[in-house]
């Protein structure tokens, strides 16, 4: 059974830099898509960007375009998440997840596996 725990989030500057780690244990990441969500308090969950087991990168959101960057290290069995020029509005508790479709994860927010997630603030 595939599971995935995220690291990497605290409180960071607006300005400031994040690289959220989704490490995989249980299965091989390699044979999934993995995308990154968020869920700021009182909205939505949002997906970000996500990357396929090709190594192909869908990117969701136009907020986080330019600043956010997605990256898998199979060997590592782990997917990254850099985040540079941070805001306020990035607030938000970060997710991985698991699935055999980008779009499906980005547009619906559904996954097969998901991390618990970890809190991210952006804060002066």
């Known amino acids: 059974q595939l599971q995935l725990v995220e690291s990497g989030g605290g409180l960071v500057q607006p300005g400031g830099s994040l690289r959220l780690s989704c490490a995989a244990s249980?299965?091989?990441?390699?044979?999934?898509?993995v995308a990154w969500l968020r869920q700021a308090p009182g909205k939505e969950r949002e997906g970000l960007s996500c990357v396929q087991v090709g190594g192909g990168i869908a990117t969701f959101t136009d907020s986080v375009k330019g600043r956010f960057t997605i990256s898998r290290d199979n060997a590592k069995n782990t997917v990254w998440l850099q985040m540079n020029s941070l805001e306020a509005e990035d607030t938000a508790v970060y997710y991985c997840?698991?699935?055999?479709?980008?779009?499906?994860?980005?547009?619906?927010?559904?996954?097969?596996?998901w991390g618990q997630g970890t809190q991210v603030t952006i804060s002066s």
């Open positions: 249980g299965s091989s990441l390699e044979n999934y898509d």
């Open positions: 997840a698991a699935d055999h479709d980008c779009l499906r994860m980005l547009s619906s927010g559904r996954a097969d596996h």
